[in-house]
């Protein structure tokens, strides 16, 4: 009997490892259709990285700029109101120097405005409307804002020499000086708090005279001067009006003062307005110039009554919104505006 040799038996195919571990489940009574995949290695750089960081640094741009107070740049157009009073653009070029200045101070007010959020965060946290501040609400760290502060200090000072106009860093330097120690301390002595928020808007007006080189009447000034008084005014009286008994809690020298005397030094300052410019018409300039600006007053006159009254009844909007919001305010003051342009 003849033996045939069994044919020699090949090695088992190994199966993949995928293929292993679904036979163990299945072995072991998982379905494989609950197997999960296994995870291959972790690239070092997912491809969703990039646009993460870059919504980041939106997100931190977005928070330097809430903090600047965008809202607040206009008010730096005061730096044309000297060249305005006196119908000249002062040097050559002097519109592109009063842009500079007007450039120069929104970037040393935006310094200011990080610092004073830094300096008031723990009671920006308990206002009802602060706490959405970005350094208030964590957004943006308080080293990162006290280092944009530096760098808008350094563009803002350098300005002036950029110009040939040194004055107006001058003032700059003033303008920073005065409002670091508003922030730091002198708010919290009252009547002097006031003086310190209304001399931000004068050397606004002086800046702008500075890099113009068109220097400023002392009727102007005094124009200027109590306007910025009775704006400060009107916003401690906003204050006292919507926060009531917890102003004081928020604003500390809020304790010192009285509402209705707030009210009484808002319209006397007011008055003092419509005195100084109807002097400062009648002594700048003559004949029909002198006439239109002397009708100027009129329009000028309804839109400071009308400030008051908006001021009284709309004490939790900012000011700024009164200014610009109210038809019968715009209206009043566009009329001023053509009239004080035709008497230029």
């Known amino acids: 009997m003849t033996t045939h040799p069994s044919p020699r ?23 494989a259709a609950q197997t999960a995949p296994i995870p291959g290695p972790v690239p070092l750089r997912e491809p969703g990285a990039a646009p993460v960081r870059r919504s980041a640094g939106l997100r931190w741009l977005a928070a330097v700029i809430q903090t600047s107070r965008p809202r607040q740049w206009p008010k730096n157009l005061l730096v044309l109101a000297a060249p305005l009073a006196g119908a000249s653009m002062g040097r050559h070029n002097g519109g592109l120097y009063a842009l500079v200045a007007f450039v120069a101070f929104v970037a040393a007010s935006s310094a200011v405005y990080f610092v004073n959020d830094v300096v008031d965060a723990e009671r920006d946290r308990r206002h009802p409307v602060k706490r959405s501040r970005p350094i208030a609400a964590g957004l943006l760290p308080p080293w990162q804002a006290l280092a944009v502060a530096i760098v808008a200090v350094g563009l803002a000072l350098a300005s002036g020499f950029l110009i040939s106009a040194p004055w107006l860093s001058v003032t700059i330097a ?28 004068v050397l606004r007006a002086v800046g702008g005279a500075a890099a113009t080189h068109v220097p400023p009447s002392g009727w102007f000034l005094a124009v200027i001067s109590l ?18 008994a917890q102003a004081a809690r928020h604003r500390p020298v809020m304790r010192w003062y009285s509402y209705r005397v707030l009210c009484v030094l808002g ?29 100027s007053v009129v329009p000028l006159a309804v839109a ?6 908006l001021s009284l009844r709309g004490a ?29």
């Open 316 to 344: 939790a909007r900012p000011v700024e919104d009164l200014i610009i919001t109210d038809r019968v305010m715009v209206s009043a003051e566009l009329a001023w505006l053509a009239t004080f342009a035709l008497g230029m």
């Open 267 to 295: 319209r006397a300052i007011a008055a003092g307005i419509i005195v100084c410019y109807a002097l400062w018409a009648v002594s700048s300039f003559g004949g029909s110039r002198e006439a239109w600006h002397l009708v």
């Open 9 to 31: 038996s090949s090695p088992p195919t190994p199966l993949p490892p995928s293929a292993t571990t679904a036979a163990a489940r299945e072995a072991a009574g998982t379905p």
């Open 227 to 244: 306007g910025a008084l009775m704006v400060a005014v009107a916003k401690r009286r906003g204050e006292l009006s919507s926060l009531g």
């Open 174 to 201: 003033v303008y920073l000086a005065v409002s670091f120690l508003y922030s730091l301390f002198l708010k919290h002595v009252p009547v002097l708090e006031l003086a310190c928020v209304a001399s931000g808007f």
């Open 304 to 309: 400071l009554a009308r400030f008051d009254w």
